[in-house]
């Protein structure tokens, strides 16, 4: 996880600032459930991130798909283990401690993944979960999921999917169920968690982010943003045990305004510079090529809608120096860390959300680090 720390330091006396500072960021580091929470992210600070997409083939076709968007899925598949252990090799010679494995459907090509997993042994692969991924690639895995099976062949155009998933990945201490939240999927929401939970399943959550020209049905209206938000919470009060989630999390994720309106996406798609990950992450395609001006981990998503779980992963991790305002901004963030190592570094295991009020993501904007009280 790359963090943007040039702010973090300026603890008073900021030239500029509207009131006077009431305290520093070492009082409200030093407050005891912080400090315990904080030691233990800190120790993955460490993580260097970048994407890859493994094929470009995929065995379902989805309304709404950022992977059949742009040109990225004309590039051809290198198929070549060797090849794509040499660049492995190189990644890890360049810092990257942590590696998505996305595609299209990563699953279709085990061989591939292997060689991953030797190389570079901390990361996770996207996947719809309909091909079960060897057990020796000890990656997470997130298993996406759109909706009931009837919405899901609607959309999805594939038949008994969350049975066929459940099936080959419930007891899989690497699977983490991803529920996307579209306009039309949010009632549906309850029974589909509560099958999930039943079934000893890890869940979590994203909401869908359109592409760039995307004109269906799935994309959310102010309405559907805050039924998301109460639905989710509600989740997360009736499933504490099965849900990897947190209250910052979903507020964070169906605020009217975008990730990158919110929090300034990092990515070098939208941070040309050469600092964090503008500097570290690259995706490539499946030819192994990437490209610097279109490189995020969602490629082709509409940064003004761009909502997704692995956005905000880096989006709002990276933005610890947003959230210094106070004692409970900072307990936000760290829940909103804690989520995230947990959704997708195996063996990271949740702690209980320590922020027990409401914190909008709206303070974060623009704010590098401005007073409050602890
Ligand atoms: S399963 Fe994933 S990659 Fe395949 S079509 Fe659906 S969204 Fe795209
Ligand atoms: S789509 Fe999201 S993650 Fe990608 S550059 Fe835009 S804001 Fe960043």
């Known amino acids: 996880?790359?963090?943007?720390?040039?702010?973090?330091?300026?603890?008073?006396?900021?030239?500029?600032?509207?009131?006077?500072?009431?305290?520093?960021?070492?009082?409200?580091?030093?407050?005891?459930?912080?400090?315990?929470?904080?030691?233990?992210?800190?120790?993955?600070?460490?993580?260097?991130?970048?994407?890859?997409?493994?094929?470009?083939?995929c065995n379902v076709r989805c309304d709404g798909c950022y992977f059949y968007e742009g040109d990225k899925q004309n590039a051809q598949d290198n198929v070549d283990p060797a090849?794509?252990?040499?660049?492995?090799?190189?990644?890890?010679?360049?810092?990257?401690?942590?590696?998505?494995?996305?595609?299209?459907?990563?699953?279709?090509?085990?061989?591939?993944?292997?060689?991953?997993?030797?190389?570079?042994?901390?990361?996770?692969?996207?996947?719809?979960?309909?091909?079960?991924?060897?057990?020796?690639?000890?990656?997470?895995?997130?298993?996406?999921?759109?909706?009931?099976?009837?919405?899901?062949?609607?959309?999805?155009?594939?038949?008994?999917?969350?049975?066929?998933?459940?099936?080959?990945?419930?007891?899989?201490?690497?699977?983490?169920?991803?529920?996307t939240f579209t306009r039309n999927n949010i009632e549906e929401s309850s029974a589909v968690v509560e099958h999930l939970a039943r079934s000893g399943c890890k869940v979590t959550f994203s909401v869908f982010s359109a592409t760039v020209g995307y004109t269906g049905t799935l994309t959310h209206t102010p309405q559907s943003l805050a039924a998301t938000h109460r639905t989710m919470l509600e989740l997360l009060r009736r499933f504490p045990d099965s849900l990897l989630y947190s209250p910052y999390s979903a507020a964070s994720h169906t605020d009217a305004n975008s990730l990158h309106a919110l929090f300034s996406c990092p990515y070098p798609r939208q941070n040309p510079g050469q600092f964090g990950l503008g500097r570290s992450f690259r995706q490539y395609r499946s030819d192994l090529t990437w490209i610097r001006s279109a490189a995020c981990c969602v490629p082709d998503t509409d940064c003004a809608d761009c909502r997704h779980y692995a956005a905000g992963?880096?989006?709002?991790?990276?933005?610890?120096?947003?959230?210094?305002?106070?004692?409970?901004?900072?307990?936000?963030?760290?829940?909103?860390?804690?989520?995230?190592?947990?959704?997708?570094?195996?063996?990271?295991?949740?702690?209980?959300?320590?922020?027990?009020?409401?914190?909008?993501?709206?303070?974060?904007?623009?704010?590098?680090?401005?007073?409050?009280?602890?």
């Open 1 to 57: 996880m790359e963090l943007d720390l040039r702010a973090v330091s300026s603890s008073a006396g900021l030239p500029g600032t509207v009131s006077p500072k009431t305290w520093t960021f070492a009082e409200i580091v030093k407050q005891p459930d912080i400090a315990a929470r904080f030691k233990r992210v800190r120790e993955y600070f460490f993580l260097r991130e970048s994407t890859y997409d493994m094929t470009r083939r």
């Open 83 to 179: 090849a794509w252990r040499a660049l492995f090799r190189s990644e890890k010679e360049r810092g990257i401690t942590f590696v998505v494995l996305a595609g299209a459907e990563p699953a279709l090509v085990p061989d591939l993944l292997q060689v991953c997993y030797d190389e570079i042994p901390r990361g996770a692969i996207a996947s719809n979960g309909l091909v079960k991924i060897p057990a020796s690639v000890g990656y997470r895995i997130h298993v996406s999921v759109w909706g009931n099976d009837a919405t899901s062949e609607r959309i999805r155009k594939a038949k008994r999917m969350l049975e066929r998933q459940i099936e080959i990945y419930a007891g899989d201490p690497r699977a983490v169920f991803v529920y």
């Open 313 to 374: 992963s880096a989006i709002v991790t990276s933005r610890m120096n947003r959230h210094i305002q106070s004692s409970d901004q900072f307990r936000a963030w760290l829940d909103y860390v804690d989520t995230y190592l947990a959704v997708w570094v195996q063996g990271y295991a949740k702690g209980a959300n320590l922020c027990t009020s409401d914190v909008s993501p709206t303070l974060a904007m623009q704010n590098d680090a401005s007073g409050g009280t602890p």
